[in-house]
């Protein structure tokens, strides 16, 4: 039976999918998030409740959670969006604030986000359909880079840029190392851009602070291979099945039917060239990788 706990002959393959891991790529919620709501016995297959994240779910049973039918997981799909400022990364915020999720076009599965982006800050951020692929990008042991440019306020000293390579520890936090190179300055205004493999709650924000410099602005350019490119503010953008088996290997993009990808909403009007942000010139190595990566390869670059 679907539901009987893993015997020590079965093997999962054979005796279906652990729920927790099937939520999961069913967008649900993150792997440890679909074992707290099975705790917490909001979910239920074959109408039964679930006690254990030691049950299996096989094709055809029915999957509920807080009572509503959860669809079988499709294939894997990861998405590009260019996130604005003022938008949290949450399906709800309890001070109703305006969410990532409520701001989607419409015709999307339900996706969860790679990491987050605070309310303001802005740029690249990945979604996908798959929580199990979700909590695998987030991950340092991925070793992928994440690139922004900054605008801070302050004065600024190059030394101190440069000694955060070696990595810095602020009121007990421990930041590992942080690549910031000078873009750009104007009096107290400076353009940087800063790349990072960790990424803990606000880091740049509080590593600059550290520094003496306010941080005014902040976007993602890249997050690994992905990059923000052109891709216009609110709009968003699927990822090739192709482009996935390259970067992340044959068994997260399961070769299916495609579907064809969302139309991105309609883009704002372009703000004045004068409201841009300064840009160094684009090193020839990285010539025209602003839309997908290139190569079989799963290691970063910096485009």
Sequence with gaps: MSGDEEDKGGTET??????AKWLARAGV????????LIAEGRVTLNRRRVETPATFVRPGDAVAVDGR??????????FRYHKPPGLVTTHRDPQGRPTVFERLPPGLPRLVSVGRLDLTSEGLLLLTNDGALARR????????LRRYRVRVYGRLDERDLAALARGVTIDGV?????????????????????????GKNREIRRVLEHLGLQVTRLIRVAYGPFQLGALPRGAVEEVSPKVLREQLGPEVAPIAARRPPPAAPEAPPAPPAAALPPRRP?????AGRD??????GRRPGRG
């Design 174 to 198: 421990a930041y590992g190392p942080i690549e910031a190179e000078v873009d750009s300055r104007r009096g107290l205004i400076s353009w940087l851009t800063v790349s990072l493999r960790e």
């Design 291 to 296: 839309r997908r990566p290139r190569g079989g």
């Design 137 to 144: 990008l987030e991950l340092p042991a991925q070793g992928w």
């Design 69 to 78: 039918p959860v669809a079988a997981p499709g294939r894997t799909r990861l």
């Design 29 to 36: 919620a993150s792997r440890r998030d679909a074992e707290r």
């Design 14 to 19: 054979a005796r279906g999918e652990r729920i």
């Design 282 to 286: 684009p090193r020839a190595r990285h």
